[in-house]
């Protein structure tokens, strides 16, 4: 069962272990990333990157959607971390359910729109936080259990048009 879906450009970390690893005391670590569940060096490191008691796994999307669905951890707390908003429209696309989002960490990007001090989005991001929000997943910005909660579409209320499907300012 997910507990925890949580976007965090950094992935496995001490926040994410620690901070909400002792919060939800998940069974499982499951990390969705074609790329890195590709590659088989970068696969390893993220799975040597945690003490030798907690799970983890790697998996692409398809890898994610099929493990999930099959019920292969049903009896498992388990905090699911993606890289990106696009993740998750795809996962939702592809029939994995979950109705809330943690936004834990989208660092600096180029030409990218701070949103609080760990949140910087660009105009791609906004439109999938947009989509998210539109099929009822709440979305919340905290780093830690202990953090202050905030609803991301309050904050990215000043830069989206009701009328339009897309971010009103090109400049983000």
């Not at 670590?29 to 030798?52: M, R």
């Not at 989002?101 to 729109?113: A, C, D, E, S």
Request: aromatic share 8%.
């Amino acid at each position: 069962m997910i507990k925890l879906v949580r976007i965090d450009d950094r992935l496995i970390h001490g926040q994410v272990l620690i901070g909400w690893g002792e919060y939800i005391n998940p069974d499982r670590f499951v990390l969705c990333s074609n790329e890195i569940a590709s590659n088989q060096w970068e696969k390893e490191l993220y799975l040597s990157s945690a003490p030798s008691d907690i799970k983890i796994s790697v998996f692409t999307v398809d890898e994610t959607i099929e493990n999930l669905k099959k019920g292969e951890f049903k009896k498992e707390k388990i905090i699911l971390l993606v890289e990106s908003p696009e993740i998750l429209i795809e996962l939702l696309d592809k029939g994995l359910e979950f109705n809330s989002v943690n936004i834990g960490g989208m660092h600096l990007k180029k030409n990218g729109l701070k949103i609080l001090p760990y949140i910087y989005l660009d105009k791609k991001d906004i439109n999938n936080f947009k989509l998210l929000s539109e099929k009822n997943i709440k979305l919340e910005c905290q780093e830690l259990p202990d953090s202050k909660k905030y609803d991301l579409m309050k904050l990215l209320k000043p830069y989206l048009s009701d009328s339009n499907k897309e971010v009103e300012n090109a400049e983000v």
